[in-house]
């Protein structure tokens, strides 16, 4: 009799192992027409651990949860899919229908990950430096504004009093004018006179 090797494949949530002498033979048990093994899907099993229930076995199916969230579920069952061509003979899974199934080593549960560090507070240093600026321009541009004010100021007094003494001049040379046309006239009137 030849040798027994344990083959996988996957089949939903679960793991598919059997016994088998040839890689034929086990896509036979698993009811495939397809090479499984071609496509990489399907592979020969070399853990002892995973080895031990498909060899007390042999041409059975059995189904393995890949979680341990499903390995508290009950025993895994058997395949009890038919066989792919018609009039082939009847599998060892078949023959074994209600004999009890051992119980797959479960695989351990993964380590949760670790949380991430939390992102560190954003830094004010620009936000302050730009404030800061703003504050110092509104400062000085109130100082500006506030010695435009003093000399707009004295230029206000200055132009007041410039146009007190002008007038004053204008007032004083108006009536020398005054004066000397009068004068004028008084000599005029004389020199006409025979």
């Known amino acids: 009799m030849a040798k027994l090797k344990v083959y996988r494949t996957p089949a ?105 560090k939390p992102k560190p507070k954003p830094k004010r240093t620009r936000l302050d430096q730009a404030e800061a600026a703003l504050a110092a321009a509104e400062a000085r541009h109130k100082a500006e504004r506030e010695a435009l004010r003093r000399e707009e100021q004295a230029l206000a007094a200055k132009r007041r009093a410039l146009d007190k003494a002008q007038a004053a001049e204008r007032t004083r040379l108006d009536r020398r004018r005054i004066d000397a046309r009068e004068a004028y006239e008084a000599a005029l009137d004389q020199w006409r006179e025979p």
């Open 12 to 116: 939903g949530f679960h793991d598919a192992y059997v016994a088998a002498t040839s890689q034929k033979a086990a896509l036979a048990a698993w009811g495939s027409d397809a090479n499984l093994f071609a496509r990489g899907i399907a592979e020969e099993v070399t853990d002892p651990a995973l080895m031990a229930a498909p060899l007390d076995h042999p041409g059975e199916v059995i189904r393995v949860a890949r979680t341990m969230d499903d390995a508290d579920e009950p025993p895994p069952r058997r395949s009890t899919r038919a066989p792919s061509k018609a009039g082939a003979p009847e599998t060892p899974a078949a023959r074994a229908k209600g004999r009890p199934q051992p119980k797959a080593a479960p695989k351990p549960k993964p380590k949760p990950k670790p949380k991430p």
